[in-house]
């Protein structure tokens, strides 16, 4: 719990894309960059911020509340500039690595639901769950989580067209 989420300001762009954040950790925004950077985080539920961060600066930012969506992140200085900050109560997160893979470690048992969300396309709903199609109402499915059991959905397509937004 005592390691921090880090954030960092990198080459003018953000780094990671996506960081995940539970409540009990603390965020640290990072500026790796030889110029200075102010670090927007558009939350709803915790107070917004734009600290200026200046070279070589880490500035550190507890949220105690979940937000609904991922809130966005960006640089006031450079516009082109964005990232994202999932905001969540409890440990059940991940952003999908380059090749797409999400893994969630330690789940309780019993049924969950998730929510699955893309930058450009919002909730994705309209899915192939190794092969089959299904509708996720707002992005949301349920799934069973045994005890001693991996759980592996294999492989879910979502259709490419929704990303060109």
Request: charged share 25%; with cysteine; hydrophobic share 40%.
């Amino acid at each position: 719990i005592k390691i921090p989420v880090k954030m960092e300001n990198k080459g003018c762009r953000f780094e990671p894309h996506v960081a995940v954040l539970w409540t009990k950790r603390t965020l640290h925004l990072g500026n790796g960059d030889t110029v200075g950077h102010n670090t927007a985080v558009s939350t709803f539920f915790n107070d917004p911020i734009n600290p200026l961060i200046p070279p070589g600066g880490v500035i550190k930012k507890p949220y105690r509340a979940e937000e609904r969506l991922p809130a966005k992140v960006t640089c006031s200085i450079h516009r082109w500039m964005a990232s994202w900050l999932v905001i969540r109560d409890n440990p059940y997160a991940a952003a999908a690595d380059k090749n797409g893979l999400i893994e969630i470690k330690n789940l309780p048992v019993g049924e969950l639901e998730f929510q699955v969300w893309q930058e450009k396309a919002g909730y994705i709903s309209k899915v192939k769950v190794d092969g089959t199609s299904a509708e996720w109402l707002r992005g949301r499915t349920k799934i069973t989580i045994e005890a001693g059991k991996t759980k592996d959905l294999g492989d879910v397509l979502v259709n490419a067209a929704l990303f060109k937004k």
